[in-house]
């Protein structure tokens, strides 16, 4: 079954060549999803992180843009007069940027499979619409939009309040939700719904919505969440729009523990827990290729991080080496992109974060999680730990250092 999919569900054989040369098999939400979004099915998929959920999400997408780009002339598909075919929407501008640049390289593979084989086909154009993208590309944008939009529910609310916005959406296909867990429960969640039934009300058909997450239960709501409900005129009521749920959620193996800096918390060193928290990173630090660290705050990550540094420069004499980075939304597009890329490439031993790393980014290979207090959620433990050990046969790897009594409690109390 696992390569019989390609074949069963008709993907286009260019599509099937690239997929096979790139993948030993189809994983199991590639396997179970794919039928689903080709049957034009609204599908929610729970897979774990590293499992290949966003492939199986984008692929078939995909191949209808290739399918378009050879029936159209070359020059109609790059103008791309139809407007948008995809849009993918998370909550996550860091996460949009990752997308674009993991899209990419497959669409590059792709466009250079075929004109190897002397099939001449145009790019395939894809785009990220943030707060920070800036507003010549936002207007270029418009004038020549892209086949796959990446943005955020807020950058889609403001899309929809322009009167050229709205032409963008008229023959949208596939709208992906990525996260939904982290939206499903809250008012940006309330606010994307709301945008979605404004955006169908613009398309000339109903577009396929996909829904994807590792930490998402109870699934029932949440495929409720991602399908909304459709007015029956006949009826006069509103008819939930049935989603098709693909389960593939297992249980990773996984390496926790609750450190406690200090023996007796009345007994602090010159009053203060931070120095023992230092050096309890700084051990675990030297003893990984790449942590990454979650803090409260903003200010709290930089503090951390110029720490490190100064203890690293103490105990190697060594002034100009940098142990860890802070990165948070608050710093530049430019630098969260470059703290992004070392920490990826590992040429960074350490990186301390707010929630701007929380979510699914593929940030590489990752050593070692450590959260300092203790998470406020078990999803939320599971998503941040989850981000180590990124493979879906890795097992993921997490220390919790507590800061204060009360917080050792909540501590183990997640931890198990």
Known sequence: MALDVLDSVGF?????????????????PQQRGWPSIADAEHTLILAPTGSGKTLAAFLWGIDQLFRQSLSLQSRQFSENLCGIHTLYISPLKALNNDIHRNLTAPLNEIHLLARSKNTAVPQIRVAVRTGDTP?????????QPPHILITTPESLYLLLSTERGRELFRQLQYVIVDEIHAISNNKRGVHLSLSLERMLALCRNEPIRIGLSATQKPLDRIAAFLGGQSYDNAKSVCIPRPVQIIDCGQRKEMDLKVITPVKIFSELPESSVWQPVYQNLYELILAHRTTLVFAGMRAQTEKIARALNRLHHQVTGNFTAELALAHHG???REARYSIE????????????????????????????????EAPRSVSGALQRVGRSGHLLSAASKGRIIVLYPA???????IAR
């Open 12 to 28: 286009h054989p260019m599509i099937k060549r690239w997929f096979r040369q790139r993948f030993a098999n189809p994983s199991p």
């Open 135 to 143: 507003s010549h590309v936002r207007q270029s944008m418009l004038r």
């Open 330 to 332: 608050s710093i530049s």
């Open 341 to 372: 890329a070392r920490l990826k490439a590992g040429n960074i031993p350490a990186v301390i974060a707010t929630a701007s790393l929380e979510l699914g980014i593929d940030i590489g290979s990752i050593d070692l999680v450590v959260h300092l």
């Open 407 to 413: 917080d050792l409690d909540d501590a183990v109390a």
